[in-house]
């Protein structure tokens, strides 16, 4: 910023000194809007040489510029505070409604989920009659274009049993298999 | 801040993705289907049985169509990779099938697997199959409180109406 020198008319330099003091006095709001700085000499030179504060000769930051500041708990959260959260209704295991006893076994089932002593019951048996099917088919791929049906001990293939291929059972035939 | 979720929307997409890319989608259904018309009856993961139960179904449809149908017999084809279950397809569940007008297969929920997992397994059959029945038809029993109660209520009534 450029100080003007004061030129030799005495009116022009009144004139000028009291515009200076209106600026001083932040009374001429046409520059800054009311609130400036106040003025006063200074140097017209580069940026840094400006503001000359210690140039770091130490070669390590200062904690207080390196430092990431975190979140962290600022209180210990007591007991009743982390009971009402760790027992909230949400965070609680649901209980299942839907428990119901096989009416076959007796044995507890879920009421859409199959009971899993019957079905282990089945499944065994049809390991069984599956062994039957591949000791009379001999190899693999040897599936036959016929349809089949299971005959237990003392069973005779009825007329409907017709052109099926018959699997032999040597067993009694159980009470939950129903023969059609 | 945009965090995506659009990796976790379908919109509006129904099928599953299995295994490693859609083709390989697409075998491991094809080796379940092979497995259903050979065993009639088989025990897989739940999301699996429900995806492959539309193809099984849509399979015995189109080998409803007969022997002769060219579009049948390359969907067979295609669908069976062991082709003696050609035969099968379409001389035994084919005729089987005749009269239903759809839904040829049971799917069933099984308690979860065994393993580490515990998948939610499904056992899925073909209707009319030789194996064991997997549920047993209840017949209400007349012998039952309720159902005593009810009888009486009735007779009572119809008493009342007649007198």
Redesign the interface.
Known sequence: LLVLVPSPLPRLRALLQRCWGRLERGLWPGVFGGQSPPWGPALAVQGPALVPQGISDTGTPSLLESVVWMAAPKQRRTIEVNRCRRRNPSKLIEIKRNIDVC??CGNLK?K???C?YC?AK??E??RL??MEIYKKEGGP??????????LYEGEKPTEKDEGKRI?ERAKKR?S???QN | MRLSVASAISHGRVYRRFGLSPRSRLDLLRNLVTALVRHERIETPWARADEMRGYAERLIDYAKRGDKDERAMRMADFWLTEKDLIHKLFKVLAPRFQPHPGSYTRLLQIPNRDGLDRAKMAVIELKGNPLPPLVRPRRHSDKTLLNQLLKGYRQDAQRARGT
Do not use: S
């Open positions: 009416p076959e879920q859409h989920v199959l899993g079905y089945v499944k048996e049809t009659i599956r791929f040897n599936a036959p274009a016929v349809e089949t049906v299971v699997i159980p939950w298999f129903v």
